[in-house]
């Protein structure tokens, strides 16, 4: 009976680690968010372009409100956002996970009201 036990809570946990979002990527987006991009966009606006907000209405306007397209925006830069891959001082980049977690912590913060 243990046996069963331990294999059912096993696979809740498989289960539940492929539907939920672990609490560690939501963590380091807003960390990541709080370093590299409040300055410019404290509770979710925008201090070059006030048009141009991370609210969840500018982002779909924008054709900001999927991940793949923040994640574009956040290696590649545009305009006066700056890129945070490529050739950049090593001290700036993010890597591909940390742009995802922020890219992902953007969209759920935005969808919250910020």
Request: net charge neutral; aromatic share 6%; with cysteine.
């Amino acid at each position: 009976m243990q046996l069963i036990g331990r294999a059912f809570v096993a696979g809740g946990a498989a289960l539940c680690m492929l539907t939920h979002r672990p609490a560690a990527v939501a963590d380091t987006g807003a960390v990541i968010f709080e370093t590299k991009c409040a300055a410019c966009h404290a509770n979710g606006g925008n201090v070059l372009n006030p048009q141009k907000t991370l609210d969840a209405k500018a982002l779909e306007k924008f054709k900001y409100n999927e991940q793949a397209a923040v994640v574009e925006l956040l290696k590649n830069g545009k305009g006066q956002m700056p890129k945070y891959q490529g050739a950049i001082p090593p001290i700036s980049r993010l890597s591909d996970e940390d742009i995802e977690a922020v890219a992902q912590y953007v969209l759920d913060t935005s969808a919250r009201g910020w």
